[in-house]
Structure formats: structure tokens, C-alpha cells
T-cell receptor, first 112, second 118 residues
């Protein structure tokens, strides 16, 4: 089975740094994705990790440890527009060659 | 710009109505499309995987006779919610896989369809 855990909600201050953790236990692993989703909208791609280590992209960084089944998304210099849900998703074998299994998402609120 | 177009964006209809949702890949041929459902404050749940020219593969617990999926061309997949009831009210999102892209962005999502059954 597939199990992906993330905190339900987090609050952080504008300009600060926040880390959103994700742990997973899945049958098969081909990579881990982070998506941002604003309410009522489709997810937008943020990052992808397939090897252990840190991937940096501007204000966003994502880390993966495959041996620990653990990832985190790091957001720096928080802005009000970063208030959204952040979804961790694991890529694994499925029909049509692969599928994405999403965590429940972490709702981030950025306050002044 | 958008590479996957989903239509309609919002539907409000009476119980018992059948509703069709379209998902189109605009500038690539999508051999595989995915249909997700998202209830309020919940995550995306994969409903089915649709491969062009073959029957869709449904996830456990998803009724294939209620959620009809057709993927008749490389750029179009449709989801029909048959005899919809209030419990089917949800946010439905499609995504399409571009086989020519590198794996770091394997799926492009449509904008979603908000379905409300009265």
C-alpha cells in the first residue's frame, strides 16, 4: 500500500523560512514531487527529487532521503502569496507505466 | 501557457443528471491521462488511469460503470459522471503525461472542474 504523511497545517511569518516535512512508505519508488495548490485551483509543479540530497530552485528547495523515506520542502523569504497547500507526491509503478500518489497536503498560512 | 485544457470549469446540476468533463492536451500527444477527485480539505485521489485506445484502469473503490472514461484520441479524454448524486459533488482534475518531456515534469494538470449536484 501507499502511505504519505504531512502535517495538516502550518503558520509562518512573512520573510521567514519554513520547512514542510513529508514521510512516505510506498510499494515502489521512482521519485518524489512537491506541488503547490491554491484553493479551488489545480496543483502547480514545484520540485522533483529522485536521488538523495538537496535540490535548490530560487526560494524553494527540496530534500530527499530514500533510506529514511523522508523529504522536506524549504521555503525561504516567505511572501503572502505563498499561502497555499503544499502537496507531497510519490511516483511509483502503475497503469500506463507509473502513477502519482499524493499526501493530504499541508496548508501553509503566511502572516504579516 | 496552459498545456492541458479542462472543460467545463464549473457545473451545477440536478441529481440524476449525467455530466461529461473533457480534458485536452493542447500541444502534445498524451498517451496517458489521469483523472483525480479532490474533496474539500482533502488530497487528490487518483480515480483512474486512461491509456489511448484501451480501457481505463480504475483504482480500488471507484465504480467504472458510474465514472465512464473515454480516451479515443491522443489529445482528448472524457470523464462522464453518470446519474450524479450529491455525494459526487467534488473537484475533478485531469492530468496528461507528455511522453517526450523529461521525467521531472511528467504530468500537466488541467484547471479542474467544480461539480455541484443539487
Amino acid at each position: 500500500g501507499q502511505n504519505i504523511d504531512q502535517p495538516t497545517e502550518m503558520t509562518a511569518t512573512e520573510g521567514a523560512i519554513v520547512q514542510i516535512n513529508c514521510t512516505y512508505q510506498t510499494s515502489g519508488f521512482n521519485g518524489l514531487f512537491w506541488y503547490q495548490q491554491h484553493a479551488g485551483e489545480a496543483p502547480t509543479f514545484l520540485s522533483y527529487n529522485v536521488l538523495d540530497g538537496l535540490e535548490e530552485k530560487g526560494r524553494f528547495s527540496s530534500f530527499l532521503s530514500r533510506s529514511k523515506g523522508y523529504s522536506y520542502l524549504l521555503l525561504k523569504e516567505l511572501q503572502m502569496k505563498d499561502s497555499a497547500s503544499y502537496l507531497c507526491a510519490v511516483k511509483s509503478p502503475g497503469a500506463g507505466s507509473y502513477q502519482l500518489t499524493f499526501g493530504k497536503g499541508t496548508k501553509l498560512s503566511v502572516i504579516p | 501557457g496552459a498545456v492541458v485544457s479542462q472543460h467545463p470549469s464549473r457545473v451545477i446540476c440536478k441529481s440524476g443528471t449525467s455530466v461529461k468533463i473533457e480534458c485536452r492536451s493542447l500541444d502534445f500527444q498524451a498517451t496517458t491521462m489521469f483523472w483525480y477527485r479532490q474533496f474539500p480539505k482533502k488530497s487528490l485521489m487518483l480515480m483512474a488511469t486512461s491509456n489511448e485506445g484501451s480501457k481505463a484502469t480504475y483504482e480500488q473503490g471507484v465504480e467504472k460503470d458510474k465514472f465512464l472514461i473515454n480516451h479515443a484520441s491522443l489529445t482528448l479524454s472524457t470523464l462522464t459522471v453518470t446519474s450524479a448524486h450529491p455525494e459526487d459533488s467534488s473537484f475533478y482534475i485531469c492530468s496528461a503525461r507528455d511522453p517526450d518531456r523529461t521525467d521531472n515534469q511528467p504530468q500537466h494538470f488541467g484547471d479542474g472542474t467544480r461539480l455541484s449536484i443539487l
